[in-house]
């Protein structure tokens, strides 16, 4: 079952407000990614996680919070935000971290934020 | 810097014909290479690997890949209207990190 799951489904927050994206797999993959995609751009990388290990940042603010809290859950941790953070966030899981060949990356449907 | 290219399309093909999608890549120490497919408003969902060179064939899909020549293509046969969407380039070399390309809207005529 290739299924990574993510709450809330939409969001919306001002730009006081604290909030949190959640992510989970069962699929005992042991790397996490969190990616952010704006309207008609790829995914962009922000976080990885490997073997419940923060691997690589990619030079996120730190109004963006990551947390590993076991090897299935991945949250992200929102503060702060502006306005052109709104966008679609990904999480995706992989069976192993480290670089590893045959890779596959699997993501969840995403988090559609949108900040006023 | 490490890129991935491809034809941002629109890609027109008549319905029940061969769909062609390429895609080529900069660093030649890339490992994995990957086409996902992303309907609007939703996620990308995986829909071929390939890491060695060569074919590899699943149902109406073949990935193509030429490592020398840095490029990898994707071969939709008997198109139909549910394939139209915008097709992912991915490709990762020896860290996590995938490199996606801007990808390429394929749009199947009826």
């Known amino acids: 079952d290739t299924e990574v799951t993510q709450t809330p489904k939409h969001l919306v927050m001002g730009m006081t407000n604290k909030k949190s994206l959640k992510c989970e797999q069962h699929?005992?993959?042991?790397?996490m990614y969190w990616y952010k995609q704006k309207a008609k751009k790829p995914p962009e990388l922000m976080f990885v996680?490997?073997?419940?290990?923060?691997?690589i940042n990619e030079s996120v603010p730190s109004r963006f919070s990551p947390e590993c809290p076991n090897s299935s859950l991945l949250n992200l941790h929102l503060h702060a935000l502006q306005p052109e953070d709104s966008a679609l966030y990904l999480c995706?899981?992989?069976?192993?971290?480290?670089?590893?060949?045959?890779?596959?990356?699997?993501f969840g449907p995403g988090t559609r934020l949108t900040v006023l | 810097q490490k890129e991935v290219e491809q034809n941002s399309g629109p890609l027109s093909v008549p319905e029940g014909a061969i769909a062609s999608l390429n895609c080529t890549y900069s660093?030649?120490?890339?490992?994995?290479f990957f086409w996902y497919r992303q309907y609007s408003g939703k996620s990308p969902e995986l829909i071929m690997s390939i890491y060695s060179n060569g074919d590899k064939e699943d149902g109406r899909f073949t990935a193509q890949l030429n490592k020398a020549s840095q490029y990898v293509s994707l071969l939709i046969r008997d198109s139909q209207p549910s394939d139209s969407a915008t097709y992912l380039c991915a490709v990762m070399g020896r860290d996590d990190k995938i490199i996606f390309g801007k990808g390429t809207r394929l749009h199947i005529l009826p």
């Open positions: 660093d030649r120490g890339s490992q994995s």
């Open positions: 995706a899981s992989s069976q192993e971290g480290g670089g590893k060949t045959y890779n596959e990356q699997f």
């Open positions: 699929m005992g993959h042991r790397a």
């Open positions: 996680y490997s073997y419940e290990k923060l691997s």
